[in-house]
């Protein structure tokens, strides 16, 4: 989708500026300072050039000392020498430091992206974005803009300097200089639009390349790929993918290198028209013969000049294009809202005629779910595959906000809190964890980073987890975890208790616990679930399980269907009133004997 409103191209330089030179202070400073000083040398070129010949003249013919002479010829190889080394450092400035320091860039990214409400990143337009944006960054959208609107200084110091040297033959030659290279200028701002428009329009493919390369790259999915033979399926994808992005941007090269070549033609006037003017003039003895020669050369040069100021405008107006894609990220996006500090649950947690629909899907994923959990009460929360489960978790935990009804603790909106507290007195183990591949320590310590060296706190969460085996068998807190860094590989079963222990070392008051035990084997995996119950006995729990046999351990059961709640109450009061609960526990009762 095109952005419909025209930008400035100056909209963003204040803010590129000012973040660019929060990161490296001296580097932009003294990139800025060197600019100026190879402009100012610019006009230094004009009069000390001047001057030199004037004294040479005089000298020749016997009228100024020399003395004078090597003065002015000092000052003039000072004003030539000067701004070719301003370049050198400018250049020395940008190419090292600057160029690798930007990246911090990414660094405030990764802030907001984390900053947004979890919803978003349900949202393939989001992922669009954060690519963009990421994208200004790694291919140095913003630090060229920068640098090209400091770079233009000289260049328009040098372009001024032409203007004013041949105004002094006559000024019908400057709007022939800058007319003749319009179309070429008209014709290189239009590239720059539509290539922007262009890499716009491919990001979804880029990103489906991306994640192509990760998966025929990636080890976690090497096995998969060679044991089905699905690899050369993937990598034809990729190419596919690959093709069609070289495809369209060499045809719209190519389109583009057709049009700059009818627009350069037109200078090819401009040059014939200043001969004819030159000739005319000198036939009018309007400049001598002498002149002649230097008006053609002079003219040539203000047609390069006025081509590369433009030219360079051209390019700061794509360059702006791409560096609105990293701000207007940061503008667009909504963050979280602040809210007030909470105090822990003191009560309850309760959902009121709760529904959620997640973006994309017309269909709602929790309709009119209500229910009430005391502060302490263990509850699980059980149904089939799809019935809602997950989706309940999170909306509970005020990860997504339900689109109707409230989820109140302590009778206020769990949206009304600050995050960052609100967190801090909640843990939640989710199905998809993560398998940090970091050691034993910061795997289950990350989640109360203040108590990391806290190993007897840790061993306990390991021992409560019932990976206290595993973790000696690794090589202890400090051993390195998984492949990836050379470390200890462990089963899924173990990395999913490794993730057990990890909530339960954050010592929250409330526990949400959503099946990150499929990996184990059932009866291990119920036993563990079963010890889960026992331990958090005095907390406020809820474990989302479709082991139906774990209602027996609960204090309240939540039956869940079609995203509604069907059933609610103990093990006995359930199988008393028969129903979802009675049937789904007569079908798992053989495991349970
Ligand atoms: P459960 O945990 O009980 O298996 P879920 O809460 O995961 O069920 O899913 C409930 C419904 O929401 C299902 O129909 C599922 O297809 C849908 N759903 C789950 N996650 C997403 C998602 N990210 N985007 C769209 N629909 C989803």
Redesign the pocket.
């Known amino acids: 989708m095109m952005r419909k409103e025209r930008k400035s191209v100056l909209r963003y330089f204040g803010r590129v500026t000012r973040d660019l030179y929060a990161i490296m202070p001296w580097e932009v400073s003294g990139v800025i300072l060197l600019e100026l000083l190879e402009a100012a040398a610019g006009f230094l070129q004009v009069s000390a050039a001047a001057g030199f010949f004037d004294a040479a003249g005089r000298w020749l013919e016997g009228g100024a000392d020399r003395n004078l002479v090597f003065r002015r010829a000092g000052l003039f190889v000072v004003a030539m020498g000067l701004p070719m080394l301003c370049r050198l450092l400018v250049e020395a400035l940008q190419n090292l430091p600057m160029f690798l320091k930007h990246h911090r860039l990414i660094h405030r990214l990764h802030g907001r992206v984390a900053s947004v409400p979890l919803i978003r990143l ?1 949202e393939p337009e989001f992922h669009n974005e954060v690519w963009r944006a990421k994208m200004s960054v790694y291919n140095f959208g913003l630090v060229n803009y920068f640098f090209g609107f400091i770079d233009l200084l000289p260049l328009l110091v040098r372009f001024l300097g032409t203007v004013w040297v041949i105004a002094a033959f006559h000024v019908s030659f400057i709007p022939l200089a800058l007319l003749s290279v319009l179309p070429s200028i008209l014709v290189r701002f239009r590239y720059q639009r539509e290539r922007y428009s262009m890499k716009r329009a491919q990001t979804p493919l880029e990103r489906r390349k991306d994640y192509l390369w990760q998966v025929l790259t990636g080890r976690s999915l090497a096995k998969e790929l060679r044991t089905m033979g699905t690899e050369k399926y993937i990598r034809e994808k990729w190419a596919l993918a690959r093709d069609q992005v070289m495809d369209e941007t060499l045809a719209f090269e190519r389109k583009n290198g057709n049009r700059v070549l009818r627009g350069d033609l037109f200078k090819f006037f401009g040059v014939g028209a200043s001969i004819g003017l030159s000739i005319w003039f000198a036939h009018r003895g309007l400049i001598s013969l002498g002149q002649f020669a230097a008006c053609i050369a002079a003219f040539g040069s203000l047609q390069s000049m006025a081509e590369s100021v433009m030219n360079q405008l051209a390019w700061q107006k794509g360059r702006a294009d791409f560096a609105g894609d990293y701000y207007d990220f940061f503008d667009n996006e909504a963050e979280e809202e602040e809210g007030e500090n909470y105090p822990g649950l003191q009560d309850r947690i309760e959902a009121r005629d709760v529904s959620f629909c ?1 973006p ?2 017309g ?1 709602e ?1 929790l309709s009119g779910v209500s229910f009430a959990i005391r502060k302490g009460e263990r509850v699980v929360i059980v ?10 978790s999170k909306v509970m935990a005020g990860i997504y906000r339900p689109e109707n009804g409230l989820v109140l603790y302590d009778g206020k909106d769990a949206f009304s809190y600050d995050k960052d507290s609100f967190y801090k007195s909640f843990s939640v183990i989710q199905q998809n964890f993560v398998k940090y591949q970091f050691t034993v320590r910061e795997n289950i310590g990350i989640s109360r980073p203040a108590q990391i060296h806290n190993d007897e706190r840790l061993l306990k969460s390991a021992r409560d987890a019932g990976i206290e085996g595993t973790v000696r068998r690794a090589g202890g807190l400090d051993a390195q975890l998984g492949r990836e860094f050379d470390g200890v590989e462990l089963s899924g079963g173990e990395w999913q208790k490794l993730a057990i222990a990890r909530g339960l070392n954050k010592d929250a008051d409330v526990i949400i616990l959503d099946e990150p035990t499929s990996a184990l084997d059932p009866l291990v995996e119920y036993d563990i679930l079963v010890k889960f119950l026992d331990m958090t006995r005095g907390k406020t729990s809820v474990i ?1 399980s479709h082991r139906i046999g774990l209602g027996r351990f609960a204090d309240r059961i939540i039956v ?1 269907k079609d ?1 509604r709640v069907a059933q609610t109450g103990t093990h006995d009061e359930l199988l008393a009133m028969g129903g979802e609960y009675g049937r789904m526990w007569h079908e798992q009762a053989k495991w349970y004997q």
Do not use: F, R, W
């Not at 149904?383 to 309940?392: C, D, F, Q, R, V």
């Open positions: 349900e997640y994309g899907s269909k994923a149904g089939e595959n799809g019935s809602g489960k997950t989706t309940l989302i869940m995203g």
